[in-house]
């Protein structure tokens, strides 16, 4: 971009970003496997001996499902923009600090263990696939710091350890299990977007959208670190604050994402990078944009996982894989000569 | 007050708004309601459902079936609301049903749950074993008003099973390999509805008590097994018949096992036997004719 | 304005087996140049980033403004040392703007962005450093020069009163370096900025620096104005090189002798003045 970024052109892209995003959840909803007439929904709920089949798929399936992806992909999205430049690795992403190996053990103890009680109502997968994704994160962390102050590579290989020990963990208990707790947990790990019930989404959004907005409170710190520790440190910044917050908020809206939704790959590493190429480095607009653009992709995705072999469903990771790779390469083609790393 | 309190002020107002507005059950959600006794149109998402309801004069009313109910006939023409493992949500609600009917594994039940959520009534049944058969068979009874001929088809089932008891009377058990699955070769362990049939039968499971329901086993777990008779279920005429030609070939390496010396390779039409339904007697009397032919020579 | 360093009594050294500063003690007054030179490995960085914070000496304590240097906190010693490091990471595409006013972190408003002031700042120093043209291009499409330009005008952006370098001219052309030199003499002379720079090269230290701080390598040091402090025989103890020293009005200049240099013999017969 050839100027400044000022806070009126910010609030200006955000607002037409946030139109876009309107939009495509809009039209999302009108599509699925059985046709919804808008005209119809507008009626209302009807009785509760008669209700309206078109009220209830828009509102209470429709729409809820698509609310959810927008949070997750909003979530996973600006949590790889942190990781990214925190771990200053452009290959990062929200599970590189093996959440989702924390996540997956989570799962599949929950579904062996056999609980059967629901916390108010939630699936006691997702409640333990979060404490599962938040114990990993703080033990990674825990291990890194052994490894001196926030040495990264200490903390990526930390990671990549817990990793794969849990992944072992998780496949022996996966081959003890009886067959269709295995299909479960697989199924519930390979994302999926269910409707949750509006409290949950409530919360997640609260979660979700203030998370985004105190790593924006950051991110003029965030643009100092790309340049190092050191030299943040001599710019005034307050480098393990800023570590600290960024990485707790980060592995807090991941653990939502997963907990709700399950393991979904692709977003968290390619939407920043395509964001980046298009609006820049700068950490003020890349977050927002980010969590704007996560969430329009992780939309649409869905949608087209709802629909293209239907009436079954696809797994929502397989479609942002096989969609996000070929859209991904077009901006890398187009925007390519911005990129330092690149050439 | 800096941006930071700030932050933190609306993040709580937001929650306890939420809280507020969401945290008491809403309207529709009939979970904990109890069942009503009659019901005029049902969704059914398992196979062995749909003929449960068909069997006690429930056919009329089922509004929704998932792909791969195919009996009785008239249950192929239903409208579909998604497949047995990834039922549509969206075709159930469509269907406008005043109760669905699911199976209790991880996905049905999950299924089942949302709906109650939404208020539409769900009832989870278990059907792994024979005597969860009978007993579901009542609960579908009670649930939609047709105790009397759920009853009867117990009744009749049950008399027909101790038929065939009393014509297999008190002979040695015929030891059964039942094979899953050529390559690799799985086969049906004992803590199946498959082997509950085998010994209505007359038979025993070949296999010992195994940790999996339906293990894979290696070649010395076969010989060592002794089976008399080898059942292979195939699904549709095509797999039948070309698993019956390449039967001989296929288990001619183990030419030692009474099984295959004595030429008792079954390939049977799994139909009847592949899910635990109202054609229970069906199934096992299939079974029944591969172990004791000659009872049947009539 | 301020700019005063003292270090008294400074111990250091990575592992406790080595040590490499013993018992420094010395002081810079504000306005003043200083090189920092030695041999590899005599602790040249290390004493820079002792200065700056980047490390904890083992004992003894380094004043920054009559203050201790761990009474300030981040943006408080931002506001007094600004540092200029050898290694240009090319982060993320930033453009050059958006990197010196980077150094303006510490100041911007409460919405997180920057104020006029900080931009006229960072134009100043766009303006200082003879940048003023590259300024929306990516920091990465410069050469070493023109990016070098760029971290020091970031520093110059921090307003403070002192700069650090660490060997701001090793990977630059001969004009680039003589650039760098006089926008650090200007930025001394006009600004009145302590700066202390380290550097491998003797006569560019002997050209623009007021004083000259030689580590050697078994922890000894001396600290004086350049002219007065370098002469052959100081070159030949701390260097362990031959050079002869020769003067052309009151500039001095240095010109290392090794085994194939021609008047050698010729030189130790004068040794060390014409």
Redesign the interface.
């Known amino acids: 971009m ?6 009126k052109r910010l609030i200006l892209r955000i607002g037409l970003a946030l139109a876009v995003l309107a939009a495509v959840m809009f039209v999302c909803s009108l599509v ?3 046709t919804v007439s808008l005209k119809a929904v507008l009626t209302g ?1 009807g009785t ?1 001996a ?2 309206n ?1 078109d009220y ?2 828009f509102i ?3 729409l809820p499902r698509i609310i959810l992806a927008g949070l997750v992909g909003a979530a996973l999205a600006c949590a790889g923009v942190v990781f990214q430049v925190l771990l200053r690795n452009p290959l990062a992403d929200p599970y590189i600090l093996g959440i989702s190996s924390g996540a997956g053990l989570g799962a599949i103890i929950a ?1 062996i263990s056999g609980f059967n009680w ?1 916390l108010w ?1 939630r ?1 006691p997968i997702a409640v333990f696939a979060f404490a599962g994704a938040l114990g990993t994160v703080w033990l990674v962390w825990f291990i890194g710091r052994l490894t001196g102050k926030f040495h990264v590579t200490g903390l990526l290989l930390a990671g990549v350890v817990v990793n794969a020990f849990f992944s072992a963990l998780m496949m022996f208990l996966t081959s ?1 299990a ?4 295995v ?2 947990t697989i ?2 790990l390979m994302g999926n977007m ?2 949750g ?3 949950v989404l ?2 997640a ?3 979700v ?2 998370g985004i ?2 790593l ?2 950051i ?3 965030l ?2 670190l ?3 520790a ?2 943040a ?7 393990a604050r800023t570590r600290t917050i960024a990485f707790g908020i980060a592995a807090a809206i991941t653990a939502v994402a997963v907990s709700l939704s399950g393991l979904i790959g692709f977003v968290g590493l390619v939407v920043p990078h395509g964001v ?1 190429l298009v609006f ?3 950490h ?1 607009q890349l977050l927002p944009m980010s969590g704007i653009a996560g969430a329009i992709f992780l939309v649409i995705a869905d949608t087209l996982a709802r629909i293209i072999v ?4 696809l797994p929502v990771g397989v479609v942002t894989a096989i969609v996000g790779g070929p859209f991904f390469l077009i901006i890398l083609v187009k925007y390519s000569r ?4 690149l ?1 | 007050m800096n941006k930071w309190s700030f932050l933190l002020l609306v993040i709580s107002g937001w929650m306890v708004v939420g809280v507020t507005m969401f945290g008491s059950r809403q309207g529709r959600d009939s979970s904990g309601a109890p069942l009503p006794d009659r019901a005029d149109r049902i969704v059914s998402l398992a196979p062995n459902i749909t003929e449960i309801l068909f069997a006690i004069g429930l056919g009329d009313e089922i509004v929704g079936v998932t792909l791969d109910s195919d009996y009785p006939p008239a249950a192929a023409e239903k409208p579909k609301v998604g497949t047995f493992w990834q039922p549509d949500i969206e075709a159930v609600v469509a269907a406008k049903p005043e109760m669905v009917i699911t199976l209790g594994f991880e996905q049905q039940k999950n299924l089942a749950e949302r709906l109650r959520r939404i208020g539409y009534n769900s009832l989870t049944v278990n059907i792994e074993k024979v005597g969860d058969l009978f007993a579901v068979i009542e609960e579908i009874g009670a649930a939609t008003g047709r105790q009397r001929q759920a009853d009867e088809l117990i009744s009749r089932i049950r008399a027909k099973l101790q038929q065939l008891a009393s014509l297999i009377g008190a002979e040695a058990r015929v030891r059964v390999l039942w094979i899953v699955q050529r390559e690799p070769l799985r086969v049906a362990g004992r803590d199946t509805f498959i082997n509950e049939m085998i010994e209505l039968a007359g038979g025993e499971n070949a296999i010992g008590p195994t940790v999996h329901k339906y293990p894979p086993i290696g070649s010395e777990q076969v010989i060592a097994c002794n089976a008399d008779v080898i059942i292979e279920p195939a699904m549709g005429r095509d797999d039948i018949e070309s698993r019956r030609e390449s039967a001989l070939q296929h288990w001619n390496k183990f030419k030692h096992l009474p099984a295959v010396a004595n030429r008792r390779v079954y390939v049977i039409d799994g139909d009847t036997v592949s899910r635990l339904g109202p054609r229970l007697y069906e199934g096992t009397e299939t079974i029944a004719r591969c172990l004791r032919p000659y009872l049947f020579e009539n | 304005m301020s700019g005063i360093i003292e270090v008294d009594n400074l111990t250091f050294g990575y592992t406790s087996e080595t040590v490499i500063l013993k018992d420094m003690c010395f002081s810079v007054r504000p306005g003043t140049f200083v090189a920092i030179a030695g041999p590899n490995g005599a602790g040249k960085s290390t004493l820079l980033n002792l200065m700056c914070r980047a490390l904890t000496p083992n004992s003894g304590t380094i004043r920054i403004d009559t203050a201790a240097i761990e009474s300030y906190n981040t943006k408080a010693l931002a506001s007094k040392v600004a540092v200029v490091r050898q290694e240009l990471v090319p982060a993320f595409g930033f453009s050059v703007m958006e990197t010196i006013l980077m150094a303006r972190t510490p100041y911007y408003g409460s919405t997180g962005f920057e104020t006029r002031h900080d931009r006229e700042i960072a134009n100043d120093a766009l303006e200082a450093t003879d940048t003023a043209r590259f300024a929306y291009r990516p920091l990465t499409s410069l050469s070493s020069g023109e990016r070098q330009r760029v971290f020091i005008a970031r520093a110059l952006a921090q307003n403070s009163p002192i700069m650090l370098l660490d060997e701001p001219t090793s990977f630059l052309d001969l004009k680039h370096q003589v650039g760098i030199y006089d926008l650090l003499k200007t930025a001394q002379v006009e600004k009145g900025k302590t700066i202390v720079a380290v550097t491998h090269d003797i006569n560019l230290a002997t050209q623009y620096c007021d004083e000259i701080l030689l580590l050697g390598a078994d922890g000894g040091y001396h600290i004086g104005k350049t002219k007065a402090v370098l002469s052959a025989e100081k070159v030949k103890e701390i260097f362990d090189v031959n050079v002869f020293a020769g003067e052309i009005g009151p500039e001095k200049f240095f010109v290392p002798l090794g085994k194939f240099a021609n008047d050698k013999r010729k030189m130790n017969k004068e040794s060390g003045n014409i």
Request: net charge neutral.
């Open positions: 050839e100027q400044l970024l000022t806070a699925g496997t059985e709920p509760q008669a209700p089949p209830e798929i209470r399936i429709r579904v629901t109502g699936s003890i009886k067959s269709d707790q299909y479960a199924f519930w269910r409707e019930d509006f409290l409530w919360i959004a609260g979660c959208g203030g907005v105190a924006f409170y991110g003029p710190q643009n100092a790309s340049f190092g050191d030299d440190r001599s710019m005034g910044v307050n480098v980046r820049g480095p700068d003020r239907a009436p079954a469903q911005k990129v330092s790393w050439k």
